[in-house]
């Protein structure tokens, strides 16, 4: 995933959702001593409590282990059918086991169920030492990978939860690395998460998750506990393909955590309607680009964006689009391009950072050389003397240089020669037989293409001045 997405990402988790309390419907209380819930297409907070304050994970540590597994998958380091050597250390490692045994090899895919299913600490260390060559190095990585999904207030210390006063995170961080999971590695999710049981060495164990037995539209995620952090769980339901995120961490029991998760939940969907606002590939914006092979860059959110606004106002939830001041090539793919700023019966609703769709190189020289000369222009409607607009170094003329223009106007005999008079008088050493003609194909209007030899700004500003102010000339680019 870019560092764009991944901005663009904490961004919604960060951003003000609601207007007002008299709009946000009120949220249930929960027996819990932290919780979160989001809208996980928008990153939007429907509730939260205590989302912020720093509390030891137990074992939702291990969804950053998985994580960094299904990375791992993904650039080829590890393969499903690969054996990994079990070593001393993950055989001992304490609290709940798959219970792999000493110096055998054990497929990968079978730790990954062993993690996510049994929540087997010691399958979490043998994938850790599997990837990054002991448990040490997997928590470093752990921690980079925190850093670069956004998650604040978080340090990891082991890959499997056990605790630790220095292994911390929050709820919103949990919710953060949650919705990263289910959004890049979808496929793998979707095949281990809903597991209800799985069984090795000839021992079945359930998936401690109780909820993916009294809710079929609960599809994960992950269940934790530690004396010192309570019973914890992140679940995630899919209704009507809209995916809610709830995080309740400290709990009183296993029956608590899944009873105060369905009550997050099930609040959520009553309390909430969903506007899909974009279906995925619709366009939020066409923004200019400068300077770039495309005028134009489609603007939009990766995945269909839905919101979720308190039942009945759908009618009054308004979108709009606001594009960069100036954008220039190059555009890469992914990069915040604007933001959508939404109104909920006319007051602010939010905020969402929308990316480009598509890459946008760099023009040609000449194709620079043009827009220089357009933004220059541009600059004039906005300011009383012309002004070369300031922007990134490439957008900076430099004196003397070859400056290209070109000018429409009436098809008539004298046009020629005005613009020849009127060029040669700023720019003496210019050569009238290099200019190019063209009519139009009602044959009303003529262009002029040249290149003048610009030696200062000044210059420049007058030559344009007297072209747009004569009656024979109508557009000067």
């Known amino acids: 995933m870019s560092l764009h997405r991944i901005l663009a990402l904490a961004l919604c988790l960060l951003l003000p959702t609601f207007a007002s309390a008299n709009v946000a419907p009120v949220p249930p209380n929960l027996a819990a001593n932290a919780w979160l819930l989001i809208e996980v297409s928008s990153g939007q907070t429907l509730a939260a409590e205590k989302a912020d304050q720093r ?27 690969q054996t990994l050597p079990v070593s001393e250390k993950a055989w001992r490692t304490g609290g709940s086991k798959m219970f792999v045994k000493v110096d055998t090899q054990v497929a990968v895919d079978d730790l990954l169920k062993g993690m996510i299913v049994q929540s087997g600490n010691d399958a979490c260390v043998v ?20 850093k670069r999904l956004g998650m604040k207030h978080t340090h990891f210390r082991n890959s499997t939860g056990l605790p630790d006063p220095q292994h911390v995170t929050t709820a919103r961080a949990l919710a953060t690395l949650a919705t990263a999971l289910i959004r890049d590695f979808p496929t793998e999710y979707q095949k281990y998460y809903s597991l209800k049981e799985f069984r090795y060495a000839n021992i079945s164990q359930p998936n401690r998750n109780r909820l993916l037995w009294t809710d079929p539209t609960v599809d994960g995620v992950k269940t934790g506990h530690t004396d010192a952090a309570g019973y914890c769980l992140i679940s995630s339901a899919l209704r009507e393909q809209r995916r809610l995120l709830a995080v309740v961490l400290g709990t009183s029991s296993d029956k608590a955590r899944a ?16 506007v899909n606002l ?15 092979s495309k005028n134009q860059v489609a603007a939009g959110f990766d995945q269909a964006f839905t919101i979720a606004v308190p039942k009945g106002m759908g009618d009054q939830l308004k979108a709009e689009y606001i594009a960069p001041a100036r954008l220039m090539a190059p555009v890469k793919k992914g990069q915040i391009v604007g933001s959508l700023k939404l109104t ?23 194709g620079r050389a043009v827009d220089t000369v357009k933004l220059w222009f541009k600059s004039l409607q906005t300011s009383k003397s012309p002004t070369i607009p300031p922007a990134d170094s490439d957008t900076l003329l430099e ?22 008079t009127i ?52 557009v000067v680019l």
């Open 55 to 81: 509390l030891e994970p137990a074992s939702l540590t291990k969804l950053m282990t998985a994580y960094l597994s299904f990375a791992a998958l993904r650039d080829n380091k590890l393969k499903l059918t």
């Open 259 to 274: 009873t105060e998760s369905a009550k997050l939940l099930n609040w959520g969907y009553i309390a909430y309607d969903a």
């Open 278 to 292: 974009y279906p995925q590939g619709r366009p939020v914006g066409t923004p200019r680009v400068w300077k770039g």
């Open 127 to 146: 994938l850790a030492e599997g990837i990054a060559g002991s448990e040490e190095n997997f928590a470093q990585m752990m921690n980079r990978e925190a």
């Open 344 to 366: 909920l019966a006319g007051q602010p609703y939010g905020e969402y950072p929308v990316s480009a769709q598509a890459d946008v190189p760099l023009a040609g020289a000449f």
């Open 423 to 474: 060029v040669t008088r700023h720019a003496p050493d210019f050569d009238g037989a290099r200019m190019e003609m063209r009519s139009s194909s009602g044959g009303n209007y003529l262009s002029l293409t040249c290149t003048v030899r610009a030696t200062s700004k000044p210059q420049l500003d007058a030559l344009y001045m007297e072209l747009t102010s004569h009656p024979l000339i109508k």
């Open 399 to 420: 004196f003397p240089c070859d400056f290209p223009l070109k000018i429409m106007g009436h098809a008539v005999d004298e046009l020629a020669q005005t613009v020849l």
